[in-house]
């Protein structure tokens, strides 16, 4: 609540690389029940913010897309006045900043046969590189980045609304999500954990085809010596971290989990984990971003 004992209003600024699905974003933001402007001018972004009446019912929590397409665009400029938008008591503000690899954001322009904003008469890599370059900033000060690479519309409308529905439940929102080490870190994961220790099922023909899902690749993983014990100090650090991480007013908290090919023991620990966090009482959401995959 703000000094006045009003609700503040919820301010989410969408930014990053073009491609990364920052329109996407604000689609999702509106259909959430937010006023969505996109490509606004930083000069204006105080003045839509700004009601003669604070506590005015017809105000609403807004989505605002600025980025490199934008009239009169800085990065230091913004970042500034975020920071003294975030002063103001009778708002919530939030920079959110959207990512993507580049060889996925060249095959999206190419798919499209859109021109980059910052590549009109040059090839679409080099505006992506000098994108990257101008947005660098933006990208440390954000208070939350999406990595969009490997993450379908339907995770997206899943990982935003359940951080900003204006009729989402208070309190810690969690994402369990099992990965591949050889496709990389998921840049959006707050912990990580490896279970690449635990025997693996890859190494049984009858097992390989399947995933961690299946009963047998799940009692495989869960026989070795050294899942229970593992697992238990697992489930009992996380436990005692949540209340912690909610008392820091933090509202989503993504914990990822992996292995070698993110088909078996990530999927395995994962599913468990977040079974064991839903009898806790906590609401959270379970994703397997390789498990599907080609056998690796």
Same mark, same amino acid.
């Given at each position: ?76 400029? +913004?970042? @500034?006045?975020?920071?003294? &938008?975030?002063?103001? $008591?009778? %708002?919530?503000?939030?920079? !959110?900043? =959207? ?59 899943? +990982?935003? @609304?359940?951080?900003?529905? &204006?009729?989402?439940? $208070?309190? %810690?929102?969690?994402?369990? !999500?099992? =990965? ?72 989503? %908290? ?43």
């Amino acid at each position: 609540m703000s000094e006045a004992g009003v609700e503040p209003i919820r301010v989410i600024v969408v930014s990053g690389l073009s491609g990364a699905g920052k329109t996407t974003a604000l689609k999702l933001l509106e259909d959430f029940g937010y006023e969505a402007v996109d490509n606004l001018p930083i000069s204006l972004l105080r003045r839509l913010t700004t009601a003669e009446d604070a506590a005015s019912p017809a105000r609403r929590a807004m989505a605002v897309g600025v980025d490199s397409r934008t009239r009169d665009f800085q990065p230091d400029r +913004l970042i @500034a006045l975020i920071g003294e &938008l975030k002063q103001r $008591p009778d %708002l919530d503000v939030q920079l !959110l900043y =959207f990512d993507c690899e580049d060889e996925i954001l060249l095959k999206r322009f190419t798919a499209t046969r859109r021109r980059h904003p910052l590549a009109a008469d040059r090839p679409v890599a080099d505006g992506i590189a000098a994108e990257r370059h101008l947005m660098k900033l933006l990208q440390v000060e954000a208070d939350q980045v999406f990595d969009t690479s490997t993450v379908t519309l339907p995770e997206l409308r899943q +990982l935003l @609304a359940a951080q900003f529905a &204006l009729d989402a439940l $208070p309190g %810690l929102s969690i994402m369990v !999500l099992s =990965f591949s080490y050889k496709l990389g870190l998921p840049r959006e994961a707050d912990l990580v954990f490896d279970v690449r220790f635990l025997r693996n099922p890859h190494y049984d023909d009858q097992l390989r085809p399947q995933t961690g899902i299946d009963p047998a690749v799940a009692a495989y993983v869960v026989a070795d010596s050294g899942y229970a014990d593992f697992f238990a100090r697992l489930g009992g650090m996380i436990s005692s971290l949540l209340p912690r991480y909610a008392a820091e007013g933090k509202r989503y %908290l993504t914990i990822a989990i992996g292995c070698t090919g993110g088909r078996h023991r990530s999927v395995v620990v994962a599913e468990a984990l977040g079974r064991h966090l839903r009898e806790a009482g906590q609401r959270v959401d379970i994703r397997h971003r390789d498990r599907d995959l080609a056998n690796a």
